[in-house]
């Protein structure tokens, strides 16, 4: 079954060891932050600093792991049509569209959408770490180390899937902020399928 989240909104949800999720960009240009935090202990969370230090990079994509703290592999990435997202930048919020946009009035961000929709799960918004970023497309300058946010390289119908390598929950949400999306809010989609032996794989 293929869920939609809408524009700049979330979802919470659990994911079973051995099932996949495919996060799918229906319209194109669109981020979704992805949070992974196991279920048997939700101090256990997904970590930018641990999966980039295995990987040696920065870009990760088919075949790569996503490790939590305590450097256990949450999630590991299966498929990728896209083969460019973003594990430095952390999840925008109020704050994010207060300081860079300028706005009087901002939007909650990722973080508020997934600080709601963890709260189920007695998930609090301080144990919301760096989110990774599918399809977001952020360039760094080799010489100076410069970040710069650019249109999504992903077109519609694009898709990222990952494995759980254990019980999680998982935040999930079609991003908010403007330039991470090329400045229009558009939906994201995701399935959940398996585990492989329950599907037939």
Do not use: W
Not at 48 to 77: E, K, Q
Not at 110 to 128: E, Q, S, V
Not at 157 to 181: F, H, K, M, Y
Request: charged fraction near 20%; charge should be negative; hydrophobic fraction near 40%.
């Amino acid at each position: 079954m293929r869920h939609t989240i809408p524009p700049r909104s979330g979802a919470a949800f659990t994911l079973a060891r051995g099932q996949r999720l495919t996060v799918i960009d229906p319209e194109g240009e669109q981020v979704a932050d992805l949070l992974a935090f196991s279920a048997h202990d939700t101090d256990e969370v997904i970590s930018s600093g641990r999966s980039l230090d295995y990987a040696s990079r920065i870009f990760l994509t088919t075949g790569d792991a996503l490790y939590s703290n305590r450097s256990n592999v949450l999630l590991r990435i299966v498929e990728d049509t896209v083969g460019r997202h973003d594990f430095l930048l952390t999840p925008c919020s109020a704050d994010t569209f207060r300081i860079l946009y300028d706005e009087a009035e901002p939007h909650r961000g990722c973080f508020g959408n997934l600080a709601h929709a963890l709260a189920p799960y007695g998930i609090g918004p301080d144990r919301i770490p760096v989110a990774f970023n599918v399809f977001m497309n952020v360039t760094v300058d080799g010489g100076t180390g410069e970040l710069a946010v650019r249109p999504p390289l992903s077109r519609a119908g694009d898709r990222l899937v990952l494995e759980a390598e254990t019980d999680l929950v998982i935040g999930l949400t079609a991003c908010s902020a403007p330039q991470s999306n090329n400045f229009a809010f558009k939906p994201i989609q995701y399935e959940i399928s398996g585990p492989p032996d329950a599907a037939g794989a």
